[in-house]
Structures are given as structure tokens and as C-alpha cells.
């Protein structure tokens, strides 16, 4: 069993930053691949990016491209996601989750979920 949870959301203005964190329960963080998802109301939850076990390989959705950066310390059981040039559309809660899937961009690829952080972003 692997415990996630997310921490550093909340309220900020439009073109501005924030990082979240992740923290994982468990002697075995470094054999899960991580990634991160996001849900905003009414809308089904989507992939956001994703980071292999060693952290050496990230793969990121076209909406997020070149504005958010993963990455992940295994010494530390964490997981981070660098957010910068927010928009009001990333405005939603964002998931850690992590997998033993050698693939990473659909929500069945993970079997661990954390409860999550809201992001609001103002116009």
C-alpha cells in the first residue's frame, strides 16, 4: 500500500505560480511511476503529466507543455509539480497518483490515488 498526499494549492492570479507536493507512505516510492491529474467541476478527471520511477523520462499533456514541470526526489518520497503562467483554466483539483504501469497517461495506469489539492486561478 502506498498513502499520497498532496500539498501547496490554493488561490492565485493568472500568470502567476505555484508548486505542488506530493508525499508518498512506504519503503518502495522509487518502484512507482507518478503522475499527476487533474479534475474541474463538471468535467472528468484528466492527465496533467507523469514521471518514470527513476525520473529520468516525463511526458506531459499539450496543455500544460512548456508551463509545468515534474519531478520527484525518491530520497524523499515526493513528488512535485511545478506550475508557472497559470491560467484560469487549469483551475481544478490536482491528484497525485502512482502506478507500477510501465505507461502513464490514463487514470487505469495508476492504483494509487491521493485525496488531492484545489488550484484556483483568478482572471
Known amino acids: 500500500q502506498v498513502q499520497l498526499v498532496e500539498s501547496g494549492g490554493g488561490l492565485v492570479q493568472a500568470g502567476g505560480s505555484l508548486r505542488l507536493s506530493c508525499t508518498a507512505s512506504?519503503?518502495?516510492?522509487?518502484?512507482?511511476?507518478m503522475g499527476w491529474f487533474r479534475q474541474a467541476p463538471g468535467k472528468e478527471r484528466e492527465f496533467v503529466t507523469t514521471?518514470?520511477?527513476?525520473?529520468?523520462?516525463?511526458y506531459y499533456a499539450d496543455s500544460v507543455k512548456g508551463r509545468f514541470t515534474i519531478s520527484r526526489d525518491n530520497a524523499k518520497n515526493a513528488v512535485y509539480l511545478q506550475m508557472n503562467s497559470l491560467k484560469p483554466e487549469d483551475t481544478a483539483v490536482y491528484y497525485c497518483?502512482?502506478?507500477?504501469?510501465?505507461?502513464?497517461?490514463?487514470?487505469?495506469?495508476?492504483?494509487?490515488w491521493g485525496r488531492g489539492t484545489q488550484v484556483t486561478v483568478s482572471s
Open positions: 512506504g519503503r518502495t516510492f522509487s518502484s512507482y511511476r
Open positions: 514521471i518514470s520511477r527513476s525520473g529520468s523520462t516525463t
Open positions: 497518483a502512482a502506478g507500477l504501469s510501465y505507461s502513464g497517461i490514463y487514470a487505469s495506469n495508476y492504483d494509487f
